[in-house]
């Protein structure tokens, strides 16, 4: 179709508005209209956190000389035409907004030719005013430069954040695609350095690899459902791989990045009972059905949809997760670590009289008496008698509890124990990891962490923290930048650090301990400020007291 103008009646039924809100949404709308015009190449480039500068060229259709200028006017598009378009859209892009957007707050070049060119077009313009146009050849493709965006917005400029920040998001951005697209060659390239790179073979194993890692593209499960609608396929992960944030999961709709509590719902619930609390999975899962069983045309960025039938939608992803979980073995043998739920405890009679059997340790009473060890329940809990009765205590909380206060109170005195590592450890990080690296090194350096980068985003740890010996540095890198990462988190760096080391450190439920260990553990916490909860608030033991024990055998009423 060629480039038009909406007529007013189509324009009066999109969802118009701001696209340009930061330099990732200009690489989105780039590389959307890449693939758009049917490109099997896509590169990117961007400087300066995209302010600077932000490049994208590939090998789709092209546009014609005679309507290059066309192109930039807002509402002119080749994708729809009139309203019924509006009901059925399979593009990416639809409002013939986006160029026009970015046009007016930066300055742009475009360079593009068609197949059934013998030269192509070239046009320069800032501030959406065209400055030059002239005749230039390329080969078929088009390559879109945008520079110095929002530099004449000071206002706009000033809530940007970082560069780093601006690149991880960009890095995510083309993450995404990569992965929705894998017969697509894609490259991003960050301040000069190779960030990402797709074969464009059509594997979405080989692309998560590239992006996540080998290990963990070599253990995804295939989601495969192909009878009914919607059909839903791509990988999942093994619940033994789980992430503490939602980052790694990855939802295209006819493969159209989306963000979905549906869909995040839908996959998280097939988890159930497999995986802890406050853990998600990962995957890349991509749903496909008719343009009409959906409306893109919700908010300018496009992010959102709406299925015309949830349930369906719900239940086809839900079942296709769950299927893809039951074809491990892993699924059917693990279980939930052992239930903290008090009503295992409750006899029949204490449920009739509505009161509990025993209750949480009141909090005001920070310290703890001297407490001797009986043993462990479940490889998760210790159990152990105090003057005041029985307590049980959760052996991940508690030693939560002891690794933060040490570290809190080494970071605070600058006194960090650090150990160097006889044996580097490498790591691998995906893009986006990569950027949160950069802008966090100086943090980490200040908890012990030395990082090196190694090319290709790989990264040499040769230092640690003293306290996390024991622990999967690999493991506790990861969750570290995904702590760092989340960007809605008030809590100040060292916060999210400290919590995210003592959570990833600390001793793990269903790890058997020695009657010597437990009773460390127990002398190490009582030593905290706040033995009776982790820093997240939980609490760390529950304590059944004499008196409740007495009552509970009717020795006394
Ligand atoms: P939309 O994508 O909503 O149509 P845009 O403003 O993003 O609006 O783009 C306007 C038009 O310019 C598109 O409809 C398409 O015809 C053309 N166009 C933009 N980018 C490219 C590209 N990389 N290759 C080919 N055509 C393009
Ligand atoms: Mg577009």
């Known amino acids: 179709m060629p480039i038009k103008v ?25 590389v959307e ?60 892009g639809f409002r013939g907004e986006a160029l026009p957007s970015i046009a ?66 960009i890095a995510n951005l083309v993450s995404q695609y990569a992965l929705a697209y894998p017969e697509v060659k894609f490259s991003l390239v960050l301040d000069k350095r190779s960030s990402l790179h797709t074969t464009g073979n059509g594997d979405l194993r080989e692309v998560i690899s590239e992006i996540y890692g080998s290990e963990l593209a070599q253990s995804m499960l295939q989601v495969d459902q192909n009878d009914g609608l919607p059909k839903v396929s791509g990988l999942t992960s093994p619940p033994s791989l789980a992430r503490s944030n939602r980052n790694y999961l ?58 015309c039938h949830e349930q369906a939608v719900f239940s086809s992803v839900h079942k296709a997760v769950e299927e893809a979980l039951a074809k491990t ?57 105090g003057p005041a009765g029985l307590y049980l205590i959760d052996q991940h909380a508690a030693h939560e509890r002891i690794l933060y206060d040490r570290i809190s109170a080494q970071w605070a005195q600058k006194e960090v124990e650090v150990q160097g590592l006889l044996q580097p450890i490498t790591i691998e990080l995906s893009p986006r990891e990569e950027e949160t690296l950069r802008a966090s090194k100086e943090f980490l350096a200040e908890f012990g962490f030395t990082i090196e980068p190694f090319g290709n985003r790989s990264y040499v740890i040769r ?59 127990i002398k190490q916490l009582e030593q905290t400020k706040q033995p009776r909860s982790c820093p997240h608030g939980r609490p760390t033991m529950i304590h059944l007291s004499s008196h409740q024990l007495e009552k509970e055998f009717g020795r006394i009423s």
């Not at 340790?361 to 490889?379: K, S």
């Not at 003293?466 to 930048?481: F, H, K, T």
């Open 6 to 30: 909406l007529e007013p009646d189509v324009v009066s039924k999109i969802a118009a508005g701001e696209v340009v809100e930061r330099p990732a949404s200009v690489v989105k709308e780039l």
């Open 33 to 92: 209209n890449s693939l758009d015009a049917g490109a099997t190449q896509i590169a990117v480039e961007a400087q300066g956190g995209g302010v600077e500068l932000i490049k994208v060229s590939d090998n789709g259709t092209g546009i014609p000389a005679s309507e290059l200028e066309l192109a930039f006017h807002r509402y002119a598009t080749s994708k729809i035409g009139n309203l019924d378009d509006l009901e059925k859209i399979s593009s990416l």
């Open 104 to 169: 007016a707050v930066t300055e742009v070049e475009i360079l593009t030719q068609t197949s059934s060119e013998t030269v192509g077009s070239y046009m320069y313009s800032r501030k959406g005013e065209v400055l030059r146009t002239e005749s230039r050849a390329r080969p078929q493709g088009t390559t879109i430069t945008v520079r110095r965006l929002f530099r004449y917005f000071p206002a706009r400029l000033k809530f940007l954040k970082s560069a780093n920040t601006e690149n991880s998001h």
């Open 250 to 307: 990855s939802f295209f709709v006819n493969r159209r990045w989306v963000r979905s509590p549906l869909l995040t719902r839908a996959t998280e619930e097939a988890y159930r009972g497999l995986i802890m609390d406050g853990q998600h999975p990962i995957a890349a899962i991509n749903i496909s059905l008719p343009a009409q069983e959906l409306d893109v045309n919700i908010h300018p960025a496009k992010a959102q949809i709406k299925f």
């Open 329 to 385: 073995p892993i699924a059917s043998s693990k279980s939930v670590p052992f239930p903290v739920s008090s009503g295992q405890w409750q006899s029949p009679r204490m449920i009739m009289d509505n009161e509990p059997a025993f209750v949480i340790a009141q909090l005001p009473a920070m310290e703890l008496p001297v407490l001797r060890v009986l043993g462990q329940l479940a490889n998760t809990y210790i159990i152990a008698e």
């Open 463 to 521: 230092t640690i923290p003293a306290l996390m010996v024991r622990a999967n540095i690999i493991e506790i890198i990861s969750a570290l930048l995904d702590s760092l990462d989340i960007k809605e988190s008030p809590n100040p760096w060292e916060e999210k650090i400290t919590q995210s080391l003592a959570c990833h450190g600390a001793i793990r439920a269903g790890q058997q301990l020695s009657n010597e260990e437990m009773r460390e553990l």
